[in-house]
């Protein structure tokens, strides 16, 4: 049965991939990667066939030279033989010709603006004069354009993918490593399309920072509405890594997002089973469609402004430059305390006005609370308050998936820069849990760092090594080294990139073999897997940043 995931969201062009559309009035659509190797067919089929089975619209597969595209119609055809007819995509870096392949064979490529025409990074500064780069523009014509004519003559769609990890050399030289160096490298590209007058396009601009992520979706979408462009998004969040971590941030990411009537198609990033990410894209278009009709529209009200591209930390609340608390973890509920709601805001706010240091628990309790949470805030803001204000709900009788749902609203309204403090209540679930799911949303919006921070891949046909088992004795040995950034990579290729501003990376670099690196320098290479934990801790402690567990 076909599930309505159809609400009022930004208009888009519609775009046909295979059998299922995206953009347009198609309902969004929900869609997975595979992580085995492209040339083993039966276990690609095999994996293709678990997600369509958990309910994935499409399905997506490394192709990472002309071999691995071939291979596509082999995987096609015994997909198609055994009676799936979810479109596949086959994404591509580095390779143009692999690209060419497999858009001969498959319903949709992925390319990647900051490897298909620009060499592989080498993370240095290049200086170029405005003809320089205006000729840097032409090459992408060209390059761009023999792909162009074998999509339009197969009938086979693109996605424009852009990720903050692997913006070119020449993107990065002029716009350095921006929301705006990400959303020119995905307009350049954009802008050859339209003047060859080729509409088949999704286009996805995705980040590990949630914050950066949401912040440069928001500003592609105005870029190219000053365009006259429609192009359907695809939403998500990169390397989001596993279990609750991974979940939080790519609810919070996704779900502001699509609150907002942004996104058509969404992946969900977990480094797990690529079927397991199925179940938690539905739990979030199911949590947005089933609010959307009390979501605020853009003209009522207005979205606080927190992001600034020379400082991205984010703001530590509106009202107050304290960190923000976890009621329950760090304060118990007080007497002392203002309630308000919007029904008893003009009896309140008197109070408050003359009691500045007083928090204000803004108790949200409709059936959208990040229209009621916005209109509260907004309202208090507008009032002159600066009282810090605590986000409050009690998501006891919520028959959703409170993780999913809590991470959605209230990372929507952290994300907009408002809240001193979250509240989450739920008889269903521990102390312990409801702190860790506050504190993960905090981590997810950047608001408050209180634990190692992973960003790890959910691992694809280039990865070579047993990523997950890595992923949990990574965790298990650094878990205790709070704001640490570590990247948990599995190719080589885009690994190194993509960690983004991980402190520390293990990358795959070879059959069960890794490189360990600091920050962008690799500084060891090859070792096998068995001996790479302990020097990945001992590359810490010679660094300075290791501390014992307590
Ligand atoms: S970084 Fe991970 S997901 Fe990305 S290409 Fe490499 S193995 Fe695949």
């Not at 990065?172 to 802008?191: C, K, N």
């Not at 977990?270 to 979030?284: N, T």
């Not at 739920?426 to 409801?434: P, S």
Request: one cysteine or more; hydrophobic letters at 40%; proline letters at 5%.
């Amino acid at each position: 049965m076909k599930r309505n995931l159809n609400y009022r969201r930004r208009p888009t062009s519609e775009v046909k991939i295979g059998n299922v559309k995206v953009g347009g009035d198609a309902p969004v659509i929900l869609q997975s990667m595979t992580s085995t190797s492209t040339m083993d067919t039966p276990g690609s089929v095999a994996q293709i066939e678990r997600i369509a089975d958990a309910g994935g619209e499409m399905v997506r597969l490394t192709a990472q030279g002309e071999r691995e595209a071939v291979n596509l119609t082999e995987i096609r055809d015994r997909v198609r033989e055994e009676g799936y007819d979810t479109p596949l995509v086959a994404d591509i870096h580095f390779s143009p010709k692999a690209a060419f392949a497999a858009a001969e064979r498959v319903e949709k490529v992925r390319i990647n603006p900051g490897n298909f025409v620009d060499p592989g990074r080498v993370f240095r500064k290049i200086e170029f004069t405005d003809e320089e780069y205006a000729a840097e523009i032409g090459k992408i014509e060209r390059g761009l354009l023999p792909l162009l004519e074998i999509c339009r003559a197969h009938g086979t769609a693109l996605r424009i993918g852009v990720n903050h990890g692997s913006l070119s050399d020449r993107i990065m030289s002029r716009y350095g490593d921006t929301p705006a160096g990400m959303v020119e490298s995905a307009m350049e590209f954009l802008r050859v399309c339209v003047a060859h007058d080729f509409k088949d396009v999704v286009i996805s601009i995705k980040a590990s920072n949630v914050r950066v992520m949401t912040e440069t979706v928001r500003r592609l979408v105005k870029a190219m509405d000053a365009e006259d462009m429609h192009f359907p998004l695809h939403l998500g969040v990169t390397e989001a890594g596993d279990g609750e971590d991974g979940r939080v941030k790519s609810a919070v990411g996704i779900g502001s997002l699509l609150v907002d009537g942004i996104g058509d198609t969404i992946r969900v990033s977990l480094s797990e089973a690529p079927e397991a990410e199925i179940p938690v894209a539905r739990a979030i278009t199911d949590h947005v469609v089933s609010i959307s009709n009390h979501l605020p529209q853009a003209e009522e009200v207005e979205v606080a402004e927190t992001f600034d591209d020379a400082d991205p930390a984010p703001r530590r609340g509106r009202f107050s430059p304290k960190v923000p608390v976890v009621v329950g973890l760090d304060l118990q509920p007080d007497a002392g305390w203002i309630d308000l709601t919007v029904e008893n805001f003009d009896d309140r706010i008197n109070e408050i006005l003359a009691a500045p240091e007083r928090y204000v628990v803004a108790n949200l309790s409709a059936v959208a609370p990040v229209t009621e949470g916005k209109v509260i805030l907004h309202r208090l803001a507008e009032a002159g308050a600066e009282n810090p204000v605590i986000l409050h709900r009690d998501y006891s009788d919520t028959p959703t998936d409170t993780t999913i749902t809590a991470a959605i609203e209230m990372g929507s309204l952290l994300l907009s820069g408002y809240s001193d403090g979250l509240w989450i209540e739920d008889k269903k679930m521990t102390k312990e849990q409801l702190e860790s799911l506050a504190l993960n949303v905090l981590q997810a919006t950047r608001q408050r760092i209180s634990k190692t921070e992973y960003i790890s891949c959910p691992g694809c046909g280039r990865t070579l090594y047993d990523l997950q088992t890595a992923i949990a004795r990574i965790k298990e040995a650094t878990g205790h080294l709070t704001g640490l950034k570590i990247g948990i990579m599995g190719c080589i290729v885009n690994g190194p990139g993509e960690m983004a501003d991980a402190d520390y990376g293990y990358v795959g670099a070879g059959v069960g073999n890794v490189s360990l690196y600091k920050g962008k320098q690799c500084m060891v290479k090859n070792i096998p897997t068995e001996e790479a934990l302990p020097r990945l801790i001992q590359l810490i402690k010679d660094n300075g940043d290791w501390k014992d567990p307590e």
